[in-house]
């Protein structure tokens, strides 16, 4: 079950790392004057080779199905950093690839149907994501040899009860929960309603204020006699914020003016700050350390990949300016 829950962790740490964990970073941007920075109108350029990996050669047009597949349809709105982030990952998946196909990792006819099949479940037709139809199928059968290949690897990783607890007992601030309140309120849309019920509330006990709640409020929360759930500091309105953490337990606040109108505010229970046993914090402490060496590993190994193939890229044959960050091998 561990085995499961690794390789499960694994694969969600690599879809954020070579997917989402890109666009984080790369994010839809109008270049300067309007100018597209990729020039999709540029079909000269739309064969030249601008990857090679031993036999292999991949152009513009391979990059374009990429792009599609991260950015959507709109990806030629990507500022020119973002794109050259995305070209050095490009370069990254296709290294990948190449080992992959290396140690003959290949996809059964059943693996490639359900993938299919979850892609089409899934919505990508909103506005950061192309159509399925859209999209080109080898290019994204090619991340699934890819996501299989990584899998493999890490079999290797692991992470240890005793890692767990030093983590644990060396980071122990991080698992200390702040003090919390379980509130509830009545919210109306005038003031003089508002201080009528006050005066109805102020000095009645807890059953009195729920019916009232689901009588009068006009907040969501309503209907459960007005009950809003457990705060800490910060997740609510300041103004709220400052009444609510003022009060005792089953105290009532005074009239509170926001946006939403004018809310009586009731102070359930107050939790006062505590640690969160280890037992509580293991599961959350062993997925950060697997997902931290999971990070480390793909580093390293696309790094020890990039040392022993024969691969050369060639920026000037894209259809944008590359944007450098550091060294890399090119014509």
């Given at each position: 079950?561990?085995?499961?829950?690794?390789?499960?962790?694994?694969?969600?740490?690599?879809?954020?790392?070579?997917?989402?964990?890109?666009?984080?970073?790369?994010?839809?941007?109008?270049?300067?004057?309007?100018?597209?920075?990729?020039?999709?109108?540029?079909?000269?350029?739309?064969?030249?080779?601008?990857?090679?990996?031993?036999?292999?050669?991949?152009?513009?047009?391979?990059?374009?199905?990429?792009?599609?597949?991260?950015?959507?349809?709109?990806?030629?709105?990507?500022?020119?950093?973002?794109?050259?982030?995305?070209?050095?990952?490009?370069?990254?998946?296709?290294?990948?690839?190449?080992?992959?196909?290396?140690?003959?990792?290949?996809?059964?006819?059943?693996?490639?149907?359900?993938?299919?099949?979850?892609?089409?479940?899934?919505?990508?037709?909103?506005?950061?994501?192309?159509?399925?139809?859209?999209?080109?199928?080898?290019?994204?059968?090619?991340?699934?040899?890819?996501?299989?290949?990584?899998?493999?690897?890490?079999?290797?990783?692991?992470?240890?009860?005793?890692?767990?607890?030093?983590?644990?007992?060396?980071?122990?601030?991080?698992?200390?929960?702040?003090?919390?309140?379980?509130?509830?309120?009545?919210?109306?849309?005038?003031?003089?309603?508002?201080?009528?019920?006050?005066?109805?509330?102020?000095?009645?006990?807890?059953?009195?204020?729920?019916?009232?709640?689901?009588?009068?409020?006009?907040?969501?929360?309503?209907?459960?006699?007005?009950?809003?759930?457990?705060?800490?500091?910060?997740?609510?309105?300041?103004?709220?914020?400052?009444?609510?953490?003022?009060?005792?337990?089953?105290?009532?606040?005074?009239?509170?003016?926001?946006?939403?109108?004018?809310?009586?505010?009731?102070?359930?229970?107050?939790?006062?700050?505590?640690?969160?046993?280890?037992?509580?914090?293991?599961?959350?402490i062993k997925i950060k350390?697997?997902?931290?060496?999971?990070?480390?590993?793909?580093?390293?190994?696309?790094?020890?990949?990039?040392?022993?193939?024969?691969?050369?890229?060639?920026?000037?044959?894209?259809?944008?300016?590359?944007?450098?960050?550091?060294h890399e091998e090119s014509?």
């Amino acid at each position: 079950m561990e085995h499961l829950i690794l390789k499960r962790c694994f694969r969600t740490s690599l879809i954020l790392g070579l997917v989402f964990g890109l666009f984080v970073s790369c994010e839809k941007q109008v270049p300067e004057e309007g100018v597209p920075a990729y020039k999709t109108d540029a079909p000269e350029k739309r064969n030249s080779v601008i990857l090679k990996i031993g036999d292999s050669s991949y152009s513009n047009s391979d990059f374009e199905k990429y792009l599609l597949s991260i950015a959507g349809q709109e990806y030629s709105d990507l500022t020119l950093s973002s794109l050259s982030r995305l070209f050095d990952d490009f370069v990254d998946e296709k290294i990948l690839l190449q080992a992959a196909k290396a140690q003959n990792i290949s996809l059964t006819v059943e693996e490639q149907k359900n993938y299919l099949a979850k892609l089409t479940r899934e919505s990508w037709s909103n506005e950061k994501k192309s159509p399925l139809d859209d999209l080109d199928y080898n290019t994204l059968l090619e991340k699934l040899v890819i996501e299989k290949y990584l899998s493999q690897q890490a079999d290797r990783i692991d992470v240890t009860d005793e890692e767990v607890e030093g983590y644990y007992e060396t980071h122990k601030r991080e698992f200390l929960r702040p003090e919390r309140v379980r509130v509830s309120q009545i919210l109306l849309q005038t003031e003089d309603k508002a201080v009528e019920i006050l005066e109805r509330v102020k000095n009645s006990d807890e059953g009195v204020f729920r019916e009232i709640a689901q009588k009068e409020s006009q907040g969501v929360e309503a209907t459960k006699g007005g009950m809003m759930g457990l705060f800490e500091m910060g997740q609510l309105p300041s103004e709220m914020e400052k009444v609510i953490f003022s009060l005792k337990a089953g105290e009532i606040s005074p009239v509170v003016e926001s946006s939403y109108g004018y809310h009586i505010f009731r102070l359930d229970e107050k939790l006062e700050p505590e640690l969160v046993p280890e037992d509580s914090a293991f599961p959350e402490i062993k997925i950060k350390i697997l997902n931290q060496r999971i990070k480390q590993f793909l580093s390293e190994h696309i790094a020890n990949l990039k040392s022993r193939w024969d691969w050369r890229t060639y920026p000037s044959h894209l259809s944008f300016s590359y944007q450098r960050i550091e060294h890399e091998e090119s014509e």
